[in-house]
Each structure stands twice: as C-alpha cells, then as structure tokens.
C-alpha cells in the first residue's frame, strides 16, 4: 500500500492542480473580457473614422463648389474692372455686364 507520505503528496497534487485550473480560468476569462473590449473600441474607432472619411468628402465638395464660386466672381470682379476702365478712357459709360447677384 501507499505510505502515508505518498498520499499526502498525491491530495497536494491534486490540489495545486485544482487551483491552478482555477486560477487558468479566471485569467482566460479575465482575457476574453479585455478582447470583447478591444473588438469594442476597434468597432467605435472605425465608425468614427467613416465619420470622418463622409465628412471629409461632404466638407471637399462645399470647398470646391466655394472656389468655383470664387473664380467666378473674380471673373465677373475683371469684366467690371475693365468696363470701368473703358468708361475712363473714352469718358462715355460702357455697357456694363450684368451683375452676378445673387451668387451661385
């Protein structure tokens, strides 16, 4: 039969594996925890970030519709300009173009 010294390191066996399946567990459960988080955040940033791209795109198509509005006034600022000018020069008033109100 076993002796008593055998038996008493089988029961610690058993018990320090018990505690460490215990222990295992609790850390795997801790750790699906922080991926569930992660994957959370991942989901947060990447929604924020197809915030941003939409915006970006609708905030590229105001500027571009702004700077074609601004070389068009500037235009219409030269031919006025230039009517101007010719008034001046001949002392008769020049037809003047027609005035872009309202804009664009």
Do not use: C, F
Request: aromatic share 2%; net charge neutral.
């Amino acid at each position: 039969m076993l002796d008593l010294a055998m038996v008493r390191m089988l029961i610690g066996a058993v018990v320090v594996a018990i505690i460490a399946a215990v222990i295992g567990w609790q850390w795997s459960v801790k750790q699906q925890a922080a991926m569930e988080r992660e994957q959370q955040q991942i989901s947060d940033l990447q929604q924020q970030l197809n915030r941003a791209q939409s915006d970006n795109a609708d905030l590229r198509a105001k500027l571009a519709k702004v700077q074609d509005e601004e070389t068009h006034l500037a235009a219409e600022n030269n031919a006025l300009n230039e009517a101007i000018a010719k008034s001046r020069l001949t002392g008769k008033a020049a037809e003047m173009p027609p005035l872009p109100y309202p804009p664009k």
